[in-house]
């Protein structure tokens, strides 16, 4: 309870959150339900003065978001117990949704008239056109002015030429390939890739790669592991008792001795790794840059095996003194991927 007073004053809508945590626990709690209605009641009067502001002001848009954010609250609500409510006027947010609209379309409209039409005019048109369809799906024909305009700011990239390093021209299909889905992502409303045979591409991508590669080669380290163990060497008679004569009761019983087994072996490592960093531009046809990135990728590959194995010998071999860990390590060569596999 206390921290939904304590938020009040800054987030009514938090407050209510809180209180709904409350009711769902004891849903009787008539001092959450009046408090709860207590600012219900405030949100919806605050909303109604934001929406006269803004729709004086003719910002209709964010007079749509406040709005939202209230019906968001009230739906909330209903899955609380306490029949608490937020008074809304069903008909306001329709209304001001096509004020929003309109305003869009009307914004949009007068770019879209302008002569010429260049690629940044097209493209703010189309956001507009896109703007008033959130509002409104299928007002008026901005859905087909949208996608007139969309089209008329789409930058289609196709691939130029890529300067690769040494050794390195087999990657260039895979680059491709990746920035196709990474360049497309970054802005897909007004980016697409298009064949090099397309009269409609406007801009073309280059690009150059990097490389570097690692071998650390065949790297040994020598290991050594003891273990203390006892063997039987003998017998010997020990008294344990008496028996109900008084007599000594004589058992034989085995003598130990402890002894050393010393393991060595050796353990190998190699590791390969490559750095590709991958810089690339977009240039429309008169030579402008549009955009340009870049980055990096790193690979690596890691293989390890134990050999040279030795150690004391006798009745008991020295493997008994090779960690559980070597013995499940390869014991034959593999070689790690190279650059190329990388």
């Not at 709860?36 to 910002?59: L, P, T, Y």
């Not at 909330?76 to 329709?94: Q, S, T």
């Not at 024909?141 to 990239?157: C, N």
């Not at 008169?286 to 590959?301: E, F, I, P, R, Y």
Request: net charge neutral; glycine share 6%.
């Amino acid at each position: 309870m206390d921290a939904a007073k304590a938020t009040r004053p800054k987030n009514p809508h938090a407050a209510l959150e809180y209180l709904a945590r409350i009711l769902k626990e004891d849903p009787a709690n008539q001092e959450a339900i009046n408090l709860a209605n207590e600012i219900g009641k405030e949100i919806a009067a605050d909303a109604d003065a934001k929406v006269r502001h803004f729709e004086e002001g003719k910002k209709y848009a964010q007079a749509v978001a406040v709005c939202d954010r209230v019906l968001a609250t009230r739906s909330f609500l209903k899955k609380v117990p306490g029949n608490i409510d937020i008074f809304v006027n069903e008909e306001e947010r329709p209304r001001l949704a096509k004020l929003a609209a309109q305003q869009f379309y009307d914004r949009a409209d007068g770019l879209a008239k302008e002569t010429p039409v260049t690629v940044p005019t097209a493209k703010k048109a189309a956001i507009a056109f896109r703007r008033s369809l959130g509002f409104v799906p299928g007002f008026r024909d901005a859905q087909q002015r949208y996608e007139s305009m969309r089209d008329a700011a789409m930058t289609r990239v196709a691939f130029g030429r890529f300067k690769c390093a040494r050794g390195t021209d087999f990657l260039v299909p895979r680059f491709q390939s990746e920035l196709k889905e990474i360049i497309t992502g970054l802005n897909p409303e007004f980016l697409e890739i298009s064949g090099n045979r397309n009269p409609q591409t406007n801009a073309v991508l280059t690009g150059t790669i990097e490389a570097s590669f690692n071998d650390t080669g065949w790297r040994g380290s020598k290991k050594k592991n003891k273990v203390t163990k006892q063997r039987q060497i003998g017998t010997e008679q020990v008294q344990t008792g008496t028996d109900a004569q008084g007599n000594p009761i004589i058992e034989e019983q085995p003598v130990y001795e402890e002894y050393t087994l010393v393991a060595t072996w050796t353990e190998f490592e190699r590791r390969t790794a490559a750095t590709l960093t991958l810089r690339y531009e977009i240039r429309d046809l008169q030579g402008n840059q549009m955009d340009a990135g870049s980055g990096s990728l790193k690979m690596s590959d890691q293989k390890q095996y134990a050999g040279q194995f030795g150690g004391t010998t006798g009745e008991e071999d020295y493997e008994d003194a090779i960690p559980f860990y070597v013995k499940q390590m390869p014991k034959q060569r593999v070689e790690p991927a190279s650059f190329e596999q990388l």
